[in-house]
């Protein structure tokens, strides 16, 4: 059973750059969701995708960031003109869309760290 | 809007014994899910163990129990025979039930360490 899969693991990138996350969900999943966790502190909801239908976004999710799940697989994550504050871990999560059990699973994390 | 608290930032426990972490969330929904998950120290998040809010019986797995006070909105973590590979970050989480998902609304956190 494969999980949920992030890359990169790591990006550093200067202030102003833009960078894009991909997160490859657990397969036959249908709904898909992006955290970002700072240093120390529990992970905060930006948003969420059932199959290709971006369904949430979180007041987080600034003009500078922008998600998308084009079929319904994977998602990318792009931010645009980095910020010092964007430093953190972002986390994808998938889950099986079964209401009663509908238990997320989380990726590994891409850490990205702005200079 | 749900709020999750955890009110110890850092726990320690000797090898082989008991330890229990605390949670409280507000929350004016009646049917919702509960979760502990554990992060590892550079490694990625995994659940430990979910609570149905509508299910009166505590939730187990292995060594891993829950208290799930609905009332008082308390919802801790046991972990009897405490081993090494425990020691993590643990985070408490609340899910509302909903048609179409829903986001996991996540405490600060409480760092467990477990001590030879």
């Known amino acids: 059973d494969t999980g949920v899969s992030q890359d990169p693991r790591h990006k550093i990138t200067k202030r102003g750059q833009n960078v894009t996350f991909r997160c490859d969900p657990i397969?036959?999943?249908?709904?898909l969701y992006w955290y970002r966790q700072t240093l120390g502190q529990g992970p905060e909801f930006l948003t969420y995708?059932?199959?290709?239908?971006?369904?949430?976004k979180s007041r987080l999710l600034s003009d500078r960031f922008s998600a998308e799940r084009p079929k319904g697989s994977f998602s990318t994550l792009e931010i645009q003109r980095t910020e010092q504050g964007d430093s953190a871990m972002y986390l994808c999560a998938s889950s099986l869309g079964v209401i009663s059990t509908d238990t997320q699973y989380f990726g590994p994390g891409t850490r990205l760290t702005v200079l | 809007a749900q709020t999750v608290t955890q009110s110890q930032p850092e726990m320690s426990v000797q090898e082989a014994e008991t330890v229990t972490l605390s949670c409280t969330y507000d929350?004016?929904?009646?049917?919702?899910?509960l979760f502990w998950y554990k992060q590892p120290p550079s490694r990625q998040m995994i659940l430990v163990i979910r609570q149905e809010a509508y299910k009166q019986q505590n939730a187990t797995e292995n060594r891993f129990s829950v208290n799930f006070q609905k009332a008082a909105k308390s919802f801790s973590l046991k972990i009897s025979d405490s081993q090494l590979g425990d020691t993590a970050m643990y985070f408490c989480a609340f899910m509302k039930q909903g048609t179409s998902g829903s986001r996991l609304t996540f405490g600060e956190g409480t760092q467990l360490t477990v001590n030879p």
């Open positions: 397969s036959e999943h249908n709904r």
């Open positions: 929350t004016s929904e009646n049917n919702y899910y």
């Open positions: 995708f059932q199959n290709e239908a971006q369904l949430e």
